[in-house]
């Protein structure tokens, strides 16, 4: 297995269009059905970055801004932000699409941990990240302080730990 990789080496997309099953009462997407095709888009790309089983470990803060009508082709960005031992960050960005109106809006944007483990479910180390673009770098560095904000908050991390947010945790 190699020992780093790169993001643009598990990028992932996947294109989807929304039928009468995926809306809600109004005729939107449903956002849950959203959350799956994250969760999916997402998955893969951190098997990619792995080529390993991985499991969903978080999903971070997901905000609808724009409503995804029946008829939408909606597509979906994932990439690793930044791998850790077992875990890794996945970026996904979300664009919805009205293809005859020639319109396409970005919809939604989450970070997801996925962690890799072995057949018995157990994490397994994954390889680490080199980033190529300016854009990349910044979210590596950010996912740090995500992570460990994230962790705080599963109680998986005491808040005096978490030494890339002291500045929010202490006056
Ligand atoms: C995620 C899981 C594999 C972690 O296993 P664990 O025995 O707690 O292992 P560890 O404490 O060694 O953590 C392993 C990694 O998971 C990360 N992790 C655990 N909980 C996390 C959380 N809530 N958010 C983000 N990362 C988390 C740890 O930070 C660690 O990352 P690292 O190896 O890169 O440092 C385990 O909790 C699990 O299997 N959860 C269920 C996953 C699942 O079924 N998902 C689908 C839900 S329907």
Same mark, same amino acid.
């Given at each position: 297995?190699?020992?780093? &990789?790169?993001?643009? *080496?598990?990028? +992932? ?10 809306? $809600?009462? %109004? ?9 799956? %095709? ?22 971070? $803060? ?6 995804? !009508? ?9 990439? =690793? ?16 699409? $009205? ?8 919809? $939604?944007?989450?970070?997801? +941990? ?16 080199? +980033?190529?673009? *300016?854009?990349?770098?910044? %979210?590596?560095?950010?996912? %740090?302080?995500?992570?460990? #904000? ?7 991390? &005491? !808040?005096?730990?978490? =030494?890339? #947010?002291?500045?929010?945790?202490? =006056?």
């Amino acid at each position: 297995m190699s020992k780093t &990789k790169t993001p643009s *080496e598990s990028l +992932t997309t996947m294109t989807e269009m929304i039928f009468p099953n995926d809306t $809600n009462t %109004l005729g939107n997407l449903m956002g849950g059905n959203l959350m799956r %095709l994250m969760d999916v888009v997402g998955a893969i790309c951190a098997q990619k970055h792995s080529n390993r089983i991985v499991v969903t470990a978080s999903v971070d $803060n997901v905000s609808f801004k724009e409503p995804i !009508p029946l008829g939408s082709v909606v597509t979906l960005q994932a990439k =690793v932000t930044r791998a850790f031992s077992s875990s890794m960050e996945v970026v996904i960005d979300v664009w919805a699409e $009205n293809i005859p109106a020639q319109e396409r809006v970005s919809t $939604n944007k989450a970070f997801f +941990t996925f962690v890799a483990v072995d057949q018995t479910g157990r994490p397994i180390d994954v390889p680490q990240t080199i +980033t190529e673009t *300016e854009e990349e770098k910044e %979210l590596f560095d950010g996912a %740090l302080r995500r992570r460990q #904000l994230r962790l705080v908050l599963a109680g998986r991390m &005491k !808040p005096a730990e978490a =030494v890339e #947010l002291r500045s929010l945790f202490e =006056v």
